[in-house]
Every structure is written in C-alpha cells, then in structure tokens.
C-alpha cells in the first residue's frame, strides 16, 4: 500500500536541494523576466508527478511515484552555465539519499538526470541549459 | 442488494484474502454463500487480477474411419493465477503469500470480488501459494510475484 505523496512537499524538498547545490547562484520556482538583470540563476518546474493506481476498491494501492523537473540554467557567460549544470550534474545524478535537507525532505532511491540541451536566447541575453531529473521515490 | 448488471472495468476488481498464519478455508458449500465470502475483507494490494475461473481441458480422441474426431469436456481445474505486486517488505497480507509460499501446503481461501459501485460479485476459491519472487527492475517500484493455485472443485460465485 502506497499514499499519495506531497506534491508541495516535492516543490519544497526540490527548492532546497538545488538550493544547496547551486549556492550561492539563486535558485527560483519558475521563469521571470526580472531575473533576467541577474548574472546567473537556476529555476525549476516539476511535472509527470504520477503514483500508478493499481486493482480494486482500496485507494492506497498504487506504486511509486517518478516525478521530473526540469532544470533550466540561465548565465549570461556560457562558460558559467555549464560550470553549474556541472555542478548540478555531479551532485544529483545517481544521488541516494536524502532529498531537500532536513526539514523539507525525503528520501529517493535515486535521481536520474538528462542533460537535455543549452541554447541562447538573443532578447534576454542569457545563455541557457535545460536538464530534466527524474527521482524514484518510495511510498 | 444484487449481480452487478452492467460491463465492469478491470480495476473494479479487488483481491482479498483469508489472514492469520493458519486460517481454516471455506468449506466448499461456503465458497458460493455471500454472507461466508464477503466476510474475508483483507485486501491483497495486487496490480492486476489476472484471469481467473476455470481452465480448459478435453479428451480428445479419434476413431479411424469415423467422420469427426471428438472432444470431451473433462475435470476442469480452477485456473493457477500468476500476480504481481508492488513490493512492501512489511506489507501483512504479502508476508503472509510469502510465508505460505514458503510452506506449501496452506489452503487459504482467496476472494474476488468485482463492483459496479453499488453491487458486488465474487468468486471465491481455496489456493496454496507455490511461488514467491520478487523483480526489482530498477526503472519502477520492486515487484512481486506469487501464484496462486486453486484447489480442485473448491470454488464458487456470488453476488451481494
């Protein structure tokens, strides 16, 4: 038997982690076009948050839950993006453990990163990269 | 209180199953009795019920010269069921497959049962685990199996 888990825990615990990696490069929940006058900085958005419902009449049979979020670096010197997706590379992929710190978080049994691709973006002039993270939760 | 009269979907269905280490099954009159089935309310956390009911089986035979071959129905067995769970390690009732599994000879009576939302029917049966094995494929929940194998004859429907 499986509850469903915190999707706001999940956004706290995500906050955090990357939070701690990254620092002091600041790390915000979504896109905002004022960030745009900071040299560096990282935002997130989670989707796919997704327990599979198993049989029957009890609400709680359900498997683990598997959710991505993206991780969009922006910098406005290229080499800076790759440093922290860099960063964020080495400290989350694979990772075991403790997800989010000790007050928001949980434990994964792993979390899987792709580094999907880096662009530019000529009006806001910042260099991007964009990495998905998948982490295998136990419920 | 009746038969569900309407095309159930295959998540309507729930396994239950008789608790206690040592738990003396339905006798077989019992097994078609709602008021003795209905009353085995643990619930097996299983993914899918797997097809259940009663298998298939004939005695075929020839005579050379006869125009048609013929086939006869025989002692149909109840169908062995192959499930597959989401693997608790403290889950009661999975520990309690496990441990059956690991006797043997437990008879437990399993239970069936599929609604509309307001009625219910069952198929109830007795079974002996004969496997237990867990798959921990790394890109999902670990899974586990066990299969269940109903005893001859003893089975039965009801309805609420």
Same mark, same amino acid.
């Given at each position: 038997m499986a509850n469903q888990n915190d999707v706001n825990q999940y956004a706290q615990a995500i906050q955090a982690q990357l939070s701690s990696i990254a620092t002091p490069v600041p790390v915000y929940a979504s896109f905002n076009?004022?960030?745009?006058?900071?040299p560096k900085f990282i935002t997130w958005q989670l989707r796919d948050v997704h327990q599979p419902v198993y049989t029957g009449v009890v609400q709680s049979n359900k498997g683990i839950d598997t959710p991505v979020f993206q991780i969009s670096v922006f910098t406005q010197g290229m080499a800076d993006g790759f440093d922290i997706a860099n960063t964020i590379l080495q400290a989350l992929h694979g990772y075991n453990g403790?997800?989010?710190?000790?007050?928001?978080g949980f434990n994964i049994s792993k979390a899987d990163v792709v580094f999907l691709y880096n662009g530019y973006d000529n009006d806001i002039g910042l260099h991007n990269i964009f990495m998905d993270c998948t982490i295998y939760i136990p419920s | 209180m009746a038969l569900p009269n309407k095309v159930l979907p295959g998540f309507s269905a729930t396994l239950y199953a008789q608790d206690g280490a040592t738990p003396t099954p339905l006798s077989v009159g019992d097994l078609s009795v709602w008021a003795s089935v209905s009353?085995?309310?643990? =619930? =097996? $956390? =299983?993914?899918a019920v797997p097809a259940f009911g009663q298998d298939d089986a004939v005695a075929s035979f020839g005579v050379a010269g006869s125009r048609q071959s013929d086939k006869i129905p025989t002692q149909a067995a109840p169908t062995s069921m192959t499930i597959t769970a989401a693997w608790d390690p403290s889950d009661t009732m999975l520990l309690l497959m496990r441990d059956d599994a690991y006797n043997g000879t437990i008879d437990r009576t399993f239970v069936i049962q599929a609604t509309d939302g307001t009625d219910y029917v069952a198929y109830a049966f007795n079974g002996r685990v004969g496997e237990f094995k867990v798959d $921990? *494929? $790394? *890109?999902?929940e670990a899974k586990c199996m066990f299969t269940v194998h109903p005893r001859g004859n003893q089975y039965g429907w009801s309805n609420s």
């Open positions: 076009r004022n960030f745009a006058t900071e403790l997800f989010g710190g000790v007050t928001y | 009353a085995i309310n643990d =619930v =097996v $956390p =299983v993914e $921990p *494929s $790394p *890109s999902a």
